[in-house]
């Protein structure tokens, strides 16, 4: 006879796979979401480049050395896609008055624009996917996800 204690137990293993694998589905949906972004912008962006432009446009300015510590990424990697990010107008960079070794990356106008459009374009899709959940059913999704990206 099996335990309400086993019971729960293996719903919640059956829960928590069921996360894990949609968590796998939005991980891949991310991924291609990156690409195809990244393609609007410019067809020779690539989607670390993506990325990075994206964080220095948030943060409104960036060095390498910090670009390749929240990345987990080689300084050359990061040298790379900065210098095609410069070449492709989405980036500018100029000497860092504290510390002359190093750069200030910021993004152009026409990347903050486009960024900014590609933002209103996946809010209105995210807007369009929970229309069905409350307020409260966003605010639960949001606090699991904000759990999940503190581990």
């Known amino acids: 006879m099996v335990t ?30 990156w690409k195809e972004s990244a393609a609007r912008i410019d067809p020779e962006l690539q989607v670390g ?13 960036a060095n390498a050395h910090e670009l390749a510590d929240k990345f987990e990424m080689d300084k050359s990697v990061i040298s790379r896609q ?16 504290r510390d002359g070794r190093q750069r200030v990356l910021t993004a152009t106008p026409a990347a903050c624009a486009a960024l900014a459009e590609l933002r209103r374009d996946h809010a209105t899709r995210l807007r369009t996917v929970v229309a069905g959940l409350t307020q409260d059913e966003i605010a639960a999704a949001s606090k699991v996800f904000r759990l999940l990206s503190e581990v």
């Open 4 to 33: 309400s204690e086993a019971a729960m137990s293996s719903d919640v293993d059956s829960a928590l796979s069921d996360l894990q694998t949609h968590l796998n589905l939005i991980f891949a949906r991310t991924r291609t979401l």
């Open 82 to 97: 900065v210098r095609m990010l410069e070449e492709l107008g989405l980036l500018e960079s100029r000497p860092d008055e």
């Open 49 to 61: 480049g993506y990325k990075l432009l994206t964080f220095i446009e948030r943060a409104e300015q």
